[in-house]
């Protein structure tokens, strides 16, 4: 499948796609879309904490997985060592994402020469050393065999915040001096080439350097995975919502063609053949990724004390907050098809070149296009003003 787009947001061709289309199977077209689309949805993603007692790896792990550290099924945080066995923790919104939380490099039972194999080096995609003060001889002995072995590891600096109010209160030097100071120090000391050192708050994610790290990962991990970190990152700015928003986009034409090709299920109001039940999926993932489901709405309104009434009092989407049925999602889909058929008509040169599709499903194709991208456009609006409100 190819389509000229203005935004790049075009998926890969899907090998025989277009090739089935051409030859009328429609059923074998659909069935590779799904395998495509299913496919990405359960790709994996390990990332390993590990630094030393009490450096924040746990308020991390529960910040970036949006609980806070008294929440059920939060890492369990203390200034010793909390963390005597390697212990996963699932994202709670994808599972196949899972931060694992590494006993500190040199205790007794996790000695540095035995440390990698002892933690099960293999398993994961990237390593994050954290350390609340200067990294450690030991955190550079890891880097370096994490380096030997060609994976990648990126330096964290926590509890940043502490730091802006312990040197505010003794000097007037401003924060840009101090966190410039603490970067240097952090650098200077690690003693190896050109390592990444990110300043941040595990409070605070929105503030520091979290936000470079996200970028950083993003140009350095695969495709398939790049994308599975976005969409369980923290809308910690409006960027990251764009981002997103942008990465889904790509979805709507394997959707919209899956939609054109199956024939299913008829949508009531439209003269459209939508495969259902993969829709719903996909709107349902688009909500999750977006932190619009009512659990990940509870969980912000926690962290920010703003209400959860608050938060969904900005939100319009019809299937925002809610949990989405068949039911409720044909009645939004039929809804939709009024409005969405509002949009302009500059966006119709984007659907009609899709090779391998015959005229008689381009009015299927277009319409599912055009509601799921109203569908897109909404929570991603929805999403900035909820971030807008949670940051006030």
């Known amino acids: 499948i190819s389509m000229e787009d203005p935004d790049d947001s075009c998926p890969e061709e899907i090998p025989g796609v277009k090739e089935a289309l051409k ?3 429609t059923a074998g077209a659909a069935k590779r879309i799904k395998e495509y689309l299913e496919k990405q949805t359960n790709v994996s993603l390990n990332i390993a904490i590990t630094g030393e007692s009490g450096a924040g790896k746990s308020t991390f792990i529960n910040a970036f997985r949006g609980i806070k550290n008294r929440d ?24 196949n994402v899972t931060l694992w939380d590494l006993p500190g490099i040199g205790t007794k039972d996790f000695p540095a020469r035995k440390y990698l194999k002892l933690v099960g080096f293999d398993k994961y995609d990237f390593f994050l050393i954290i350390s609340d003060t200067r990294f450690r001889e030991n955190d550079v002995k890891l880097a370096q065999k994490i380096k030997k072995m060609k994976k990648n590891f990126y330096f964290v600096r926590s509890k940043i915040d502490n730091d802006i109010r312990a040197e505010e209160s003794v000097s007037d030097s401003s924060k840009e001096k101090t966190l410039t100071k603490i970067r240097d120090d952090c650098i200077q000391h690690l003693g190896i080439e050109s390592p990444r050192v990110f300043l941040m708050s595990s409070f605070q994610l929105h503030k520091f350097d979290f936000s470079l790290l996200q970028e950083t990962l993003e140009r350095e991990l695969p495709k398939d995975k790049r994308d ?14 764009s981002k997103k928003k942008k990465a889904l986009k790509v979805h709507l034409y394997l959707l919209a063609t899956l939609s054109a090709a199956a024939a299913a299920v008829p949508v009531p109001g439209l003269s459209v053949a939508v495969d259902v039940a993969v829709l719903i999926g996909a709107v349902t993932h688009f909500v999750h990724a977006f932190g619009l489901d009512v659990q990940s709405l509870k969980r912000l309104a926690i962290r920010t004390a ?13 299937v925002a907050a809610k949990e989405i049925t068949k039911e409720l999602f044909l ?9 969405a058929g509002l ?7 984007r659907f009609i070149p899709i090779v391998g599709i015959p005229v008689a499903m381009s ?13 897109l456009n909404q929570l991603a609006e929805d999403a900035q003003k909820v971030l807008k409100k949670a940051l006030v």
């Open 363 to 375: 009015l299927s194709f277009v319409t599912t296009y055009r509601v799921l991208n109203f569908i």
């Open 72 to 95: 059920e099924g939060a890492a369990p945080t203390g200034v010793t060592e909390t963390t005597s066995e390697v212990t996963p923790y699932p994202h709670p919104d994808n599972p």
């Open 23 to 25: 030859n009328n199977d």
């Open 228 to 241: 599975t970190l976005l969409y369980v990152m923290p809308n910690v700015n409006p960027d990251v919502i």
């Open 343 to 349: 949009i302009g008509a500059e966006e119709v040169s």
């Open 331 to 339: 009645k939004a889909f039929a809804q939709l098809g009024g409005a």
């Open 306 to 318: 703003v209400s959860y009434t608050e938060l969904r009092d900005v939100i319009i989407s019809p």
